[in-house]
């Protein structure tokens, strides 16, 4: 194991992050936080989580459910997180970025908003041209 603690997740959707992720990604299959996209639509799907005690909480929750425990350094990163953005593609990996700060997590978020925003506005111009 690292000496930070935090595990890399080996092969599977969450290859080459780390192992937490997995059970940040359970919470938005549970409905937690805002999402964006469409895989089926535009190949990509965001979600946006804010992290707190309830999303410690849930997590630790999860991770017992799975025979895990959540070490003091998985802790930390969700204590010190003041959110996550994933980001799952057509292929079905996950990629998770955390954020220090709500100003940090909000810009994040307003730019896949927006990127969102145009990849549906190209999809409608290519609908209207066929």
Do not use: H
Not at 89 to 94: I, T
């Amino acid at each position: 194991m690292p000496k930070d603690g935090l595990r890399r997740a080996r092969l599977g959707k969450f290859e080459g992050g780390l192992l937490i992720n997995q059970y940040v990604y359970d919470l938005t299959l549970e409905g937690w936080g805002d999402s964006e996209g469409d895989v089926s639509e535009i190949g990509v799907v965001y979600d946006a989580l804010e992290l707190g005690p309830e999303a410690l909480q849930r997590i630790e929750e999860i991770a017992k459910e799975d025979r895990d425990e959540l070490t003091d350094e998985k802790r930390d990163l969700i204590k010190n997180s003041y959110g996550a953005i994933l980001e799952e593609g057509e292929q079905g990996f996950v990629g998770v970025e955390y954020f220090d700060t709500e100003k940090e997590f909000d810009a994040a978020w307003k730019k896949i908003e927006e990127g969102v925003a145009e990849m549906y506005e190209e999809i409608e111009g290519e609908e209207e041209v066929d």
